[in-house]
């Protein structure tokens, strides 16, 4: 039954239950594990970081599973959930980027629900921005370690690519929020520049999609505009030659914000593309950010003029990044995803050839469009699309 008038919401806290952070948070893993009780583990990460992982040894009772691919092919998350499913895991750990995290949710509701075949782990998938029927059981204790700022480790929903249509299947259940993230800017500061500035971009989309939303409030505003401030201030040192743990840091911090309720003001273009252009065309994740985000931004100026004016305002002035401050909001991000060499164009890229239409037609029907401050056609986005080509 619903109360109040009709201007009242409601606002769903994240279920993550503790973030750990500083330097060297990881080295106590195993103590995170036998505090939650857990015995038989699935950890799940990337072939890159493998190789660290051997550094530091791996706990006592912990399976490794490395097959974690880019944008979460279903072949590859099936495979992982029977992975845990052989151990009888009771709980798992993911130890890497947005796509580690996301295959780890995938693990923690596939394997206590006998999800093992991509139909019935389908058949969970949101449609239309609908919630689906809740899970029969609850999904496995997860503690999540970003090594870069995807902010999946804050939050309860996630994406499969789907085999048939190449195309993103979002999956959301508020249990399926990590119990506990791991910020560790010594391990972070081991992650690749590019793939740091990448997912800078896409905090800086989180920011800027949340803040423009119009199921916004001012707890999410607040949070937002502080990590805003932050990434200009640290994300440009973050992704110098030999950054510093603190750069990294903050920028984890400010991913952290960004990612705070986002699952209550979800919404924007940018997500929407960005969701289904990755898997079209085999590009990372947060390249899409730095070439759709600007174009977004300009489509929506006339329906978030002063919105954008108050993030033009916000950029700090001692941010390294030169931005025209009598410009547009799309050319100051556009002034810093060129400051840290990230593509502008997919003739930039390795991408693979893609059909507009197919994406448009993808991204009309994902759940993050229904919050935008402008009305969407196809014909908008397969505009957008073909000015990025």
């Known amino acids: 039954m619903a109360y109040g008038g009709p201007d009242a919401r409601s606002f769903t806290l994240p279920p993550l239950a503790v973030v750990h952070y500083g330097e060297r948070t990881l080295d106590d893993l195993a103590g995170h594990l036998k505090r939650l009780g857990l015995h038989r583990v ?6 890159s970081v493998q190789a660290l992982l051997a550094e530091g040894g791996v706990p006592e009772g912990v399976r490794l599973f490395s097959g974690v691919r880019p944008h979460v092919p279903a072949a590859s998350a099936i495979e992982a959930v029977r992975t845990g499913a052989s151990i009888e895991a009771d709980g798992v750990v993911s130890i890497g980027g947005g796509s580690v995290v996301d295959t780890a949710k995938a693990v923690a509701m596939g394997v206590p629900n006998g999800l093992t075949d991509w139909d019935a782990f389908a058949a969970h998938r949101i449609d239309g921005g609908a919630r689906p029927a809740p899970l029969e059981r609850a999904p496995l204790p997860h503690v999540a370690v970003p090594t870069t700022l995807g902010s999946s480790e804050f939050t309860y929903s996630f994406t499969v690519t789907d085999p048939r249509t190449r ?27 590019w793939l740091w500035a990448a997912g800078g971009m896409k905090t800086l989309d989180h920011c800027v999609e949340w803040y423009l939303s119009t199921g916004r409030s001012s707890f999410t505003d ?59 065309t085999g590009i990372p994740h947060g390249y899409t950010a730095s070439l759709v985000l600007p174009h977004v931004l300009d489509f929506n100026e006339s329906h978030s003029r002063e919105r954008q004016r108050e993030l033009m305002r916000a950029i700090p002035e001692g941010t390294p990044v030169r931005v025209d401050r009598s410009g547009s909001l799309g050319d100051a991000v556009r002034a810093m995803a060129r400051h840290l060499g990230l593509p502008m164009s997919l003739r930039d890229t390795d991408a693979g050839p893609f059909d507009p239409v197919d994406v448009a037609r ?16 196809r014909q908008d986005v397969e505009e957008i699309l073909r000015s990025i080509a």
């Open 167 to 193: 195309t993103k299947a979002m999956f959301w259940d508020e249990r399926l929020a990590p119990v506990e993230a791991v910020l560790d800017p010594v391990l972070a500061a081991r992650t690749p520049t």
């Open 42 to 47: 699935l950890l799940v990460t990337s072939p």
């Open 222 to 280: 607040a949070l937002c505009l502080g990590a805003w401030r932050l990434l200009w201030e640290n994300l440009p040192p973050a992704c110098e030659d030999t950054p510093t743990s603190l750069s990294r840091l903050r920028c984890q911090e400010a991913a952290w914000m960004a990612a705070y309720g986002a699952l209550n003001v979800i919404g924007g273009l940018s997500h929407a593309i960005g969701h289904h252009l990755g898997p079209s």
């Open 362 to 377: 993808a991204a009309m029907g994902d759940p993050m469009l229904r919050n935008n401050p402008k009305p969407v056609t």
